[in-house]
């Protein structure tokens, strides 16, 4: 009966098995591709970060992002220099995080004539922003975590602007207070709690304040006491606002070429990476799992004493190989000689010198006593090793023939 050619049933199922791979890879790459893109259309919908206008987290700012918009106001997110570039005396900057702007921002903002507030949420160079040398700011804490949070009322004609706050006997309240400003040269200062204020008009530069009360602002406390109020009025009072957070400095001569990239171009290397990763894996199982080498290994003599030479020549011990080659020597002839395995070296240099016919010090000066430091000096020891070799074979014969 004619059988195919085995030929035949090796090549279809290797052929089946790279168009598998090559359909799987395809598929693994797409799959990247589209989660990327995803992430980024869907990415900025809620960014869960902190004081964020696009955030509906609870310390998020979506809700007065909204009610600012309500109002009248163009609320633009800003996150490069491109955004902050839009500052004019009919604009409002809310800056988040002070300390993410660069000199060069710092000087075109206050040069712009915008209103710029500066929320305290982390650390700020006041003497930048014309508030004083002698300025700190502390952090507001109650002694216990189930009373009220710390909060500040101001009055209308001790703001700046006036129209901070409502114009009616109790003035306005806002809170939670986290944080306050201390020895601030100032010429106003509104909501004060215990030391410091947590609205504080700089003196270089009128356009600049400070805003402590950053909790005040996000979705969580916006509803509570004046805060919504308050923060209309702080940051609503011209056509448009720049919300400054997440902010990356402008760089450009400086920035590699990869922050150059468009997305979607990075998604495709990201993309591309998986998949070399994963195909690496994936034909790694061709050679199968690691098998262990059965122990004590086999190895001819010959080979094994060839690779510790090449060790000790390579690290240029050889005081450790005069040791093995006079501990070898000894050894292979000891029973011979009748030598235990703790005869002193006196024995032994009067043993192998009886057998060799070779005289004591001679034998002592080989085996034990000359000195090697250099590689002629191993080189050396070698030759008389040699030499005691043959003397010793030598001793035999006669002996035999005897």
Same mark, same amino acid.
């Given at each position: @009966?004619?059988?195919?050619?085995?030929?035949?049933?090796?090549?279809?199922?290797?052929?089946? *098995?790279?168009?598998?791979?090559?359909?799987?890879?395809? &598929?693994?790459?797409?799959?990247?591709?589209?989660?990327? &893109?995803?992430?980024?259309?869907?990415?900025?919908?809620?960014?869960? *970060?902190?004081?964020?206008?696009?955030?509906?987290?609870?310390?998020?700012?979506?809700?007065?992002?909204?009610?600012?918009? /309500?109002?009248?106001?163009?609320?633009? /997110?800003?996150?490069?220099?491109?955004?902050?570039?839009?500052?004019?005396?009919?604009?409002?900057?809310?800056? =988040?995080?002070?300390?993410?702007?660069?000199?060069?921002?710092? $000087?075109?903002?206050?040069?712009?004539?915008?209103?710029?507030?500066?929320?305290?949420?982390?650390?700020?160079?006041?003497?930048?922003?014309?508030?004083?040398?002698?300025?700190?700011?502390?952090?507001?804490?109650?002694?216990?975590?189930?009373?009220?949070?710390?909060?500040?009322?101001? *009055?209308?004609?001790?703001?700046?602007? $006036?129209?901070? =706050?409502?114009?009616?006997?109790?003035?306005?309240?806002?809170?939670?207070?986290? +944080?306050? @400003?201390?020895?601030?040269?100032?010429? $106003?200062?509104?909501?004060?709690?215990?030391?410091?204020?947590?609205?504080? +008009?700089?003196?270089?530069?009128?356009?600049?304040?400070?805003?402590?009360?950053?909790?005040?602002?996000?979705?969580?406390?916006?509803?509570?006491?004046?805060?919504?109020?308050?923060?209309? *009025?702080?940051?609503?009072?011209?056509?448009?606002?720049?919300? =400054?957070?997440?902010?990356?400095?402008?760089?450009?001569?400086?920035?590699?070429?990869?922050?150059?990239?468009?997305?979607?171009?990075?998604?495709?290397?990201?993309?591309?990476?998986?998949?070399?990763?994963?195909?690496?894996?994936? +034909?790694?199982?061709?050679?199968?799992?690691? &098998?262990?080498?059965?122990?004590?290994?086999?190895?001819?003599?010959?080979?094994?004493?060839?690779?510790?030479?090449?060790?000790?020549?390579?690290?240029?011990?050889?005081?450790?190989?005069?040791?093995?080659?006079?501990?070898?020597?000894?050894?292979? /002839?000891?029973?011979?000689?009748?030598?235990?395995?703790?005869?002193?070296?006196?024995?032994?240099?009067?043993?192998?010198?009886?057998?060799?016919?070779?005289? @004591?010090?001679?034998? @002592?000066?080989?085996?034990?006593?000359?000195?090697?430091?250099?590689?002629?000096?191993?080189?050396?020891?070698?030759?008389?090793?040699?030499?005691?070799?043959?003397?010793?074979?030598?001793?035999?014969?006669?002996?035999?023939?005897?």
């Amino acid at each position: @009966m004619h059988q195919p050619h085995p030929t035949l049933h090796a090549s279809a199922p290797a052929g089946h *098995r790279a168009r598998t791979h090559i359909i799987l890879t395809l &598929v693994i790459v797409l799959l990247c591709i589209g989660a990327g &893109v995803a992430n980024t259309m869907l990415g900025d919908r809620n960014d869960h *970060r902190s004081y964020s206008p696009g955030s509906l987290d609870p310390h998020g700012g979506a809700a007065l992002a909204q009610l600012l918009t /309500h109002n009248g106001v163009n609320v633009v /997110h800003a996150q490069g220099a491109a955004d902050l570039a839009q500052a004019n005396p009919e604009s409002t900057v809310l800056v =988040v995080q002070p300390a993410d702007l660069s000199d060069s921002d710092v $000087s075109a903002l206050k040069r712009s004539g915008a209103t710029i507030v500066l929320l305290g949420t982390s650390f700020i160079h006041y003497e930048d922003w014309g508030f004083g040398e002698n300025v700190w700011t502390s952090q507001l804490r109650n002694q216990h975590a189930d009373t009220a949070p710390i909060r500040a009322t101001a *009055r209308a004609r001790l703001c700046t602007p $006036s129209d901070l =706050v409502e114009h009616d006997s109790d003035g306005s309240t806002i809170g939670p207070v986290s +944080q306050v @400003m201390i020895g601030a040269e100032s010429s $106003s200062q509104c909501f004060e709690a215990q030391d410091g204020a947590a609205w504080v +008009q700089s003196r270089s530069y009128p356009q600049v304040f400070y805003f402590g009360a950053a909790d005040a602002i996000t979705n969580q406390y916006l509803a509570e006491f004046n805060n919504a109020g308050v923060a209309v *009025r702080a940051l609503g009072q011209h056509p448009t606002l720049l919300w =400054v957070e997440n902010y990356t400095a402008d760089f450009t001569s400086d920035s590699p070429v990869t922050a150059q990239l468009p997305t979607w171009l990075s998604l495709a290397f990201a993309a591309l990476l998986a998949s070399g990763v994963w195909l690496a894996i994936f +034909q790694a199982r061709r050679f199968g799992k690691l &098998v262990a080498e059965p122990l004590p290994v086999v190895v001819p003599a010959e080979e094994a004493d060839t690779g510790r030479a090449h060790l000790y020549r390579a690290h240029h011990d050889v005081h450790h190989a005069a040791r093995v080659l006079r501990s070898a020597f000894i050894n292979r /002839h000891a029973q011979r000689l009748g030598l235990s395995p703790g005869a002193d070296p006196e024995t032994v240099a009067r043993a192998f010198a009886s057998a060799s016919h070779t005289e @004591m010090h001679t034998v @002592m000066s080989v085996l034990y006593t000359q000195p090697v430091h250099t590689n002629s000096d191993l080189a050396h020891l070698v030759s008389a090793v040699s030499t005691l070799e043959k003397e010793l074979t030598r001793g035999r014969s006669s002996t035999s023939r005897s």
